[in-house]
């Protein structure tokens, strides 16, 4: 079964302060999609990356990071430096198997608070 | 229209009232996905459409969830004699068909079932 565990339900910190999301999926697909989106108070989900099962390079983008370990199935979020408009529940999400029409199956959401 | 627009925002229903819920996803997007998000959980999968095709509806949780897309652009889920557990935002997700990218996300519509 397809299932992914964001195990920390709460973070807080203070601004400037880095923070890694964690992320555990499980799924059987070799090929597979992994997504981190951000969920603002306004309730949209904003994507922000997504990662191919086949390609472990980590990434970088501005204060962003994720590090993709397929070997302990995990897909960790790092936000450096963080500020207060980072304040939002991020969610991971897989997709497996890729075709178009495989739903997104989401984690419970970390909620990410930064205080100045 | 730039994004995804459902509506309304905010819906307050008595038990047992049916209630319908607009999506109205980006032009020429083919993909459409109804979510279920109950407070303080991710999104769980409702239902998906190619065009005005429903492809997968596995995720409907009764025969009172129903959806439609019949002229494959707007889509309507309606839920008849609500109850309280389908209290939730409900959120719609279109893409191109075949955009590996993700999909895009409107702002949802929030129900309550009193």
């Known amino acids: 079964a397809q299932k992914v565990t964001q195990a920390q339900t709460e973070i807080s910190v203070v601004e400037k302060e880095d923070v890694t999301l964690d992320c555990v999926y499980e799924t059987r697909d070799t090929t597979y999609y992994l997504f981190w989106y951000k969920q603002p108070p306004s309730g949209e989900l904003v994507f922000l990356i997504r990662r191919n099962s086949f390609d472990e390079q980590n990434e970088i983008s501005g204060r962003y990071s994720w590090n993709f370990q397929k070997s302990t199935s995990s897909f960790n979020f790092t936000i450096t430096a963080s500020q207060v408009v980072d304040s939002a529940v991020y969610f991971c999400a897989l997709k497996a198997p890729t075709q178009a029409g495989t739903a997104l199956i989401f984690g419970k959401g970390t909620t990410l608070s930064v205080s100045s | 229209g730039a994004g995804v627009s459902q509506s309304p925002r905010y819906k307050v229903a008595k038990r047992g009232q049916d209630v319908a819920l607009r999506c109205d996803p980006i032009?020429?997007?083919?993909?459409l996905f109804w979510y279920q998000q109950a407070l303080g959980q991710g999104p769980e999968f409702l239902t998906y459409f190619q065009n005005e095709a429903q492809l997968d509806k596995s995720g409907l949780p009764s025969d009172r969830f129903f959806a439609e897309r019949p002229e494959g652009s707007v889509s309507t889920l309606k839920i008849q004699r609500t109850q309280q557990e389908d209290s939730a935002v409900y959120l719609c997700a279109s893409s191109l068909v075949g955009n590996i990218y993700g999909y895009t996300f409107g702002s949802g519509t929030r129900l309550t079932v009193v």
């Open positions: 032009s020429g997007h083919v993909s």
